[in-house]
């Protein structure tokens, strides 16, 4: 399974992003596709995740900001940042886990300026 991020870019606070990732190989169903972030000199962080069943759950600081939908038909996982801030600076790394394995894919900048 290979996992292509893309959508990333400098956007002022205040502003929107919209994150995509594609994933391609062998894909069961039962899957979790999701999102993580780290931001320079700290520990990567949840931030949203849906099942291929349609749930979601996302981390405290980006609730009521971020969405998160899929593409079953195209593997494909989507995060819509709004109303974004400073502190979401960070590489976003997109995520699929199936059963016990996790996928990760090359993760992409976005960086939001004051």
């Known amino acids: 399974v290979q996992l292509q991020a893309s959508g990333g870019g400098l956007v002022q606070a205040g502003g929107s992003l919209r994150l995509s990732c594609a994933a391609s190989g062998t894909i069961s169903s039962g899957n979790v596709m999701g999102w993580y972030r780290q931001a320079p000199g700290k520990q990567r962080e949840y931030v949203a995740s849906?099942?291929?069943?349609?749930?979601?759950n996302f981390a405290s600081s980006v609730k009521g900001r971020f969405t998160i939908s899929r593409d079953n038909a195209k593997n494909t996982v989507y995060l819509q940042m709004n109303s974004l801030k400073p502190d979401d600076t960070a590489v976003y790394y997109c995520q699929l886990r199936y059963r016990s394995s996790d996928y990760w894919g090359q993760g992409t900048l976005v960086t939001v300026s004051s």
């Open positions: 849906m099942s291929s069943a349609g749930t979601s």
